[in-house]
């Protein structure tokens, strides 16, 4: 246990902040593939594209933010 009393926080933060870079590079990865093939306009494509990055960025800094301020016990 480190100083702070959060344990295994660590382990969840580093997991959320690979969920969240994980939708930050996926979202605009289908989008840009297929969105061609439903006839997507290019603006759609790009306001889509920026929403998944910015909602990966959110997650993966709430996720570490989260991790190292919630301390394990309750007592803390």
């Known amino acids: 246990m480190d100083r702070n009393g959060s344990g295994s926080n660590w382990l969840l933060g580093a997991l959320g902040m690979a969920l969240g870079a994980a939708v930050a590079v996926l979202v605009p990865f ?40 919630i301390p394990k016990k309750n007592g803390e």
């Not at 593939?33 to 889509?48: D, N, P, Q």
């Open 30 to 69: 289908v989008v840009l593939k297929f969105g061609s093939g439903v006839e997507m306009g290019s603006f759609a494509a790009t306001i889509l594209s920026l929403c998944g990055i910015t909602g990966g960025t959110i997650i993966a800094v709430a996720s570490a933010f989260f991790a190292l301020v």
